[in-house]
């Protein structure tokens, strides 16, 4: 078996045992209480579609990208946050309801809003043919997201004495799977951090602390609490590199600029989970996620 069959193995079930260990803490009433108070996850879906396009059209003027570098940091701007973020979230003591409300809005938003910013902005580069793959992404949110996520809650209702040892399992497990998943991206030669020098992977690298520090910032600034800042800054940054891929098929089909954007998308997957990390960690001490800032609940 190789490693790319391996993974197309290994990440659905770090997906389904996160979502199914984070499932087993919640329960209905707390994705109520994201309803009755909506305002946090328009502002999460909010920036991911108006204020991440902006800021990644910025960088790639200012640093002057050629079609291929801007394109991948286009395709990175317009996917939905990853389920991955909320196992950071779960991990970083967050708003988990609040986190997984924002990725499901978003993912199904995206059949829509992704097709039209790309054709804002990526016109000239758009082949007559492109169609955006709904089927595998309404497929993910229901396999990956939706019924792991049910399962859990069953769980939290009908096993509840069970249901701690249950979850840690699942999310223990889950993060053995990212280690697995990690190791070897980086031991089979995937990505060469340096193979086009060392301007994208920086320009790339700040592209993701800029997105970052932009949601938590924009956040503090509207007064939401510690908790769900994080969720939303973790949610903005941590993107679903699986869509990207998907729709990378379209673009520079068999030139080397479509390598440059394989690169940008595969580049950032990898960088993402370690964005969050210093606010995940403030947070689970009792810190504001963000820097020189008091704690707000």
């Known amino acids: 078996m190789t490693w790319h069959e391996a993974e197309s193995v290994l990440i659905p079930a770090q997906l389904l045992l996160a979502m199914l260990g984070m499932g087993a803490t919640l329960s209905l009433r707390e994705f109520w209480g994201v309803v009755r108070h909506p305002a946090s996850a328009g502002i999460g879906v909010g920036l991911q579609w108006i204020a991440v396009p902006l800021l990644g059209l910025a960088v790639g003027r200012l640093f002057s990208l050629t079609p291929g570098w ?15 973020s909320n196992l950071l979230t779960f991990l970083g003591r967050g708003h988990v309801p609040l986190s997984i409300s924002v990725t499901l809005a978003a993912t199904l938003t995206c059949i829509v809003t992704a097709p ?18 709904i089927g595998p992404i309404v497929f993910e949110v229901c396999a990956y997201l939706l019924i792991p996520l049910a399962a859990g809650m069953a769980i939290h209702r009908y096993l509840n004495r069970r249901a701690p040892l249950i979850s ?9 799977l990212v280690l697995i998943i990690a190791a070897g991206a980086l031991t089979t030669g995937r990505i060469e951090v340096a193979a086009h020098g060392w301007r994208p992977p920086l320009v790339i690298g700040l592209f993701a602390l800029l997105n970052h520090a932009m949601a938590a910032e924009v956040c503090h600034l509207l007064r939401r609490p510690d908790n769900e800042t994080l969720a939303i800054a973790i949610e903005v940054t941590v993107r679903n590199g699986g869509v990207g891929l998907l729709l990378l098929q379209f673009f520079f089909p068999g030139q080397p600029e479509q390598g440059h954007a394989l690169y940008t998308i595969l580049f950032y997957t990898g960088l993402q989970i370690w964005v969050p990390l210093p606010g995940i960690i403030r947070h689970r001490m009792g810190h504001s996620p963000l820097w020189f800032r008091s704690p707000r609940c």
């Open 116 to 133: 039209l910013l790309l054709r804002l902005s990526a016109t000239r580069y758009m082949p007559a043919d492109f169609s955006f793959p």
């Open 70 to 84: 801007a394109v991948g940091l286009l395709l990175v701007t317009v996917t939905p946050g990853g389920a991955f």
């Open 168 to 176: 840690k399992a699942a999310i223990w497990s889950s993060l053995a």
